[in-house]
């Protein structure tokens, strides 16, 4: 199965991931000295963060690399790790008084920039659908639509920066995100060998779950929600400098 097109696609998965991950920490780390807390706590906050993150990535690729992700004989079990805990990690951080003291500092315009990410990330699907492991409706020619917003978000950081958005649009766009991901998402596990798979094409999709492809559902994805997340928060209740 292996084959240039898609080691290439592995490896734009690993580098996209490095990228915008460093990329959100930088954010993170501004946040946290923007805080009234000491020096120490700055540190030691910042150095958790980045600790929970390497034990999620060690995690993660132990998950997909022994082979449990991907044995559906599991399923849910298999899944439910990579799904649930980001989600609640992700809730935890836009929500709770620390997550909002960090993220208040991070600035609408770049919020929407790293969503930029998306564009990658449709191109990287395309290349597995050109290497015949993911089906069709996983890609731009199918039913994932995400690249629209990869697409958008330069020309709407760009209004956002120039004030020349209004904020109910901004709302708009990021409920349309959210929708556009909900939608690949979905797509994704209806394409898988589940009880319940509704997309019998073929190659199903598995290829998701196994390394570097893995780091799709455990990071990138839930990179773009919680950017949404952080968006919608900010917009609508007005706590961002």
Known sequence: ????????????FVVTT????????QEFRFGIQQTSRSEEKKKSLYRNIVIALI??????GIWSLSGIFGN?????????????IPLIVVMWLTFSKTGVEITRFITPARLVRLQSFRILVELLLWALLLAHVVPIQMTFEGRNFDILVGLTA???AYLVVRNKIA????????????????????????????????????????I???????LLPSFLVPMAYFLHFLSL???LTGKNT
Do not use: C, D, H, K
């Open 55 to 60: 034990g999620w990535a060690a995690f993660t």
């Open 208 to 214: 998701v779950t196994t390394f570097p492809v893995s």
């Open 1 to 12: 199965m292996s084959s240039p097109l898609l080691l290439s696609a592995q490896v734009g």
């Open 72 to 84: 559906f004989s599991l399923f849910p079990f298999n899944a439910v790790p990579i799904l649930l």
């Open 154 to 156: 330069p020309v709407v």
């Open 18 to 25: 490095l990228i915008y991950i460093r990329l959100l920490l």
């Open 233 to 235: 928060r900010q917009l």
């Open 167 to 206: 904020r109910t649009i901004l709302i708009v766009w990021n409920v349309l995100g959210l929708a556009l991901l909900i939608n690949i998402v979905a797509t994704a596990i209806l394409s898988m060998p589940v009880p319940f798979r509704i997309f019998m094409n073929e190659p199903a999709n598995t």
